[in-house]
């Protein structure tokens, strides 16, 4: 009788005890997501800035503060305030963003300041690859995210001509900066650990290749095979990993100069 007791108190007990941990373990989840969505959404910034930096600082200025005659501020309060409802948009600044930058505008709005180059040629590009532009979506809803940013920003415009750093800023003229996003922007994060910056598990941590590959047999150099790796991955397949997981089509899809600025940024993760 005794034992049996004790048999359904400790049942009891491990029940409870586990229904605890599920709880502490769901309560926990949600401020994980939360961390992750904040993560993920500065690396978006970080690479709208880029896409910023290389696209339209030609009219709306180097610290998107406008450029008279030519384009409009878009770091600005009234922007904020009262731009949607100038123009009828009922949607989200953001959304509007995306929409102008894809398909660009043939005649300007405000066509008093802003005329442009003249009858039939658009006041601002198309944008979006699905019109013939350059910018993929993604590229332009992360350049739509660096513009919102500055939201805060306007609120408490201090010195209307500094720029307020974004959460990170990219250094265009810097190949390892630039390899460093392009690692975020063709999904390498997803398998890759680099300390720092992701943590994926599905290929090899990505910390310290650049001093492995120097010591793969059959390459001329590290740089040969890193680049290898990218571009025919079952070439060589590294021990404890499967071929035929890491697609095989980065070659035809990364451009050489992404190429060139991902292989700088490798090789400088020399240490384990
Ligand atoms: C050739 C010059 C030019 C370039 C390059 C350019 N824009 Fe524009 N953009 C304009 C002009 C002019 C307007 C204002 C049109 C109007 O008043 O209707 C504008 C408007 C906008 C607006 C709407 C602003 C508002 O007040 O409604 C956004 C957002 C925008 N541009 C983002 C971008 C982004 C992002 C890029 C780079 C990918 C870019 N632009 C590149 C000329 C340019
Ligand atoms: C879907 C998962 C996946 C993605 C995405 C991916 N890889 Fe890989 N990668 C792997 C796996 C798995 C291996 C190991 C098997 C092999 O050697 O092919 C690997 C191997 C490598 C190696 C060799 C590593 C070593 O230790 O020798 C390099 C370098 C590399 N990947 C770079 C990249 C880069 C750069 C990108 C983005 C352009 C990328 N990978 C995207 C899964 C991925």
């Not at 805060?152 to 201090?158: D, G, K, Y």
Request: charged residues 20%; proline residues 6%.
């Amino acid at each position: 009788m005794k034992r049996i007791h004790l048999e359904i108190a400790l049942g009891t007990l491990f029940v409870i005890a586990s229904a605890v941990l599920l709880i502490i373990m769901a309560s926990e989840e949600p401020a994980r997501l939360a961390r992750f969505e904040v993560e993920q959404r500065a690396e978006q910034i970080e690479f709208g800035a880029l896409v910023f930096e290389t696209n339209c600082t030609n009219c709306h200025g180097s610290h998107a503060q406008g450029i008279p005659g030519k384009a409009p501020c878009l770091k600005c309060p009234e922007f904020f305030s009262d731009r949607l409802g100038e123009v009828g948009w009922g949607g989200s600044l953001e959304d509007y963003v995306v929409s102008v930058v894809t398909t660009g505008r043939q005649v300007s709005t405000r066509p008093a300041l802003y005329q442009g180059e003249g009858t039939g040629v658009p006041v601002m590009p198309t944008w979006s690859d699905q019109f013939g532009g350059p910018l993929r979506e993604d590229q332009i809803r992360a350049v739509a995210a660096f513009i919102v940013n500055f939201e805060s920003w306007a609120a408490e415009p201090e010195a209307p001509e500094a720029y307020p750093t974004p959460l990170f800023s990219v250094d265009v003229n810097d190949p390892i900066a630039v390899g460093r996003v392009a690692f975020v922007q063709y999904g390498c994060v997803g398998c890759h650990t680099v300390e720092g910056l992701s943590t994926a598990t599905t290929g090899p941590v990505m910390n310290g290749i650049a001093t492995r590959a120097a010591i793969r047999e059959g390459y001329e150099s590290a740089e040969d095979y890193i680049l290898t790796s990218i571009q025919n991955p079952g070439d060589y397949v590294v021990e404890g990993f499967n071929d035929g997981v890491m697609p095989i089509n980065f070659g035809e899809i990364i451009s050489e100069e992404d190429l060139t600025n991902l292989l700088a940024f490798l090789m400088t993760l020399t240490e384990e």
